[in-house]
């Protein structure tokens, strides 16, 4: 398994797709599915069944996981929008941006 570029916590901006060109923090990687969860994005809405009866089911606004490949890593340092390349300093795997070589945390 390869190790996502993107780690929670990271803000991306999504490429392609309805929520195309907006910015949004990770909240989870599924390296599995090569996809991740951006707070607020790609939301869909979900039906809840009731769990008692006499309740009414719900609809509920939840985000979808959307591929890796559709989200770049905004960099800390040069607030672009950049690939991330990894490397090693000392047997400690880094990130760096690909624009201006600054280390992503
Ligand atoms: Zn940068």
Do not use: W, Y
Not at 13 to 41: C, N, S, T, W, Y
Not at 63 to 71: D, E, G, K, T
Not at 91 to 104: E, L, W, Y
């Amino acid at each position: 398994m390869i190790t996502p570029k993107i780690k929670t916590g990271d803000t991306v901006r999504v490429l392609r797709g309805k929520d195309a060109g907006k910015k949004a923090k990770v909240v989870a990687v599924l390296p599995q599915e090569d996809r991740v969860v951006i707070e607020g994005l790609n939301t869909v809405f979900k039906h809840v069944k009731p769990r008692q009866s006499g309740q009414k089911g719900q609809r509920v606004s939840i985000s979808a996981p959307i591929p890796l490949a559709n989200v770049q890593v905004i960099c800390a340092a040069c607030k672009k929008g950049t690939k991330v390349s990894i490397t090693r300093e000392n047997g400690v795997r880094q990130r760096t941006c690909k624009q201006c070589n600054a280390v992503i945390e």
